[in-house]
């Protein structure tokens, strides 16, 4: 199973958020307890240049995110569940400005 998006694209001004589905990989009854949420570029942390915030409401996390250069960035969400299970998946963040 997989989370849902699995790209997200946006362009370098934008700051937005991403609204992250992971009702594939829970289980009926369990939810997301808590969550660690980073971002990376070519394996260099840029967690507190490109991520204003994050919040849970399960089974979605929500991660607002900012500016960017033009590449793939990865960001990575390892979760624990109530049932302490944990998951961990990534989401590729495309910056890419369009003219």
């Known amino acids: 199973m997989s989370l849902s998006p699995k ?6 001004w934008e700051e937005e958020t991403i609204k992250i589905d992971f009702s594939s ?7 997301i307890s808590s969550a660690i ?3 990376y570029s070519d394996g260099i942390d840029v967690t507190t240049s490109m991520i204003i ?4 409401i399960s089974p ?5 995110i ?4 033009d590449g793939m960035y990865n960001l990575a969400l390892q979760i624990t569940l109530t049932s302490g299970e944990k998951r961990e ?4 963040v495309s910056v890419k400005e369009q003219m």
């Open 66 to 69: 900012k500016d960017g250069t």
């Open 7 to 12: 790209i997200y694209y946006k362009q370098p």
């Open 53 to 56: 915030s994050t919040s849970i």
């Open 89 to 92: 998946e990534d989401l590729m």
């Open 37 to 39: 949420i980073k971002m």
């Open 60 to 64: 979605y996390i929500y991660v607002k």
């Open 25 to 31: 990989r829970i289980e009926s009854g369990d939810s």
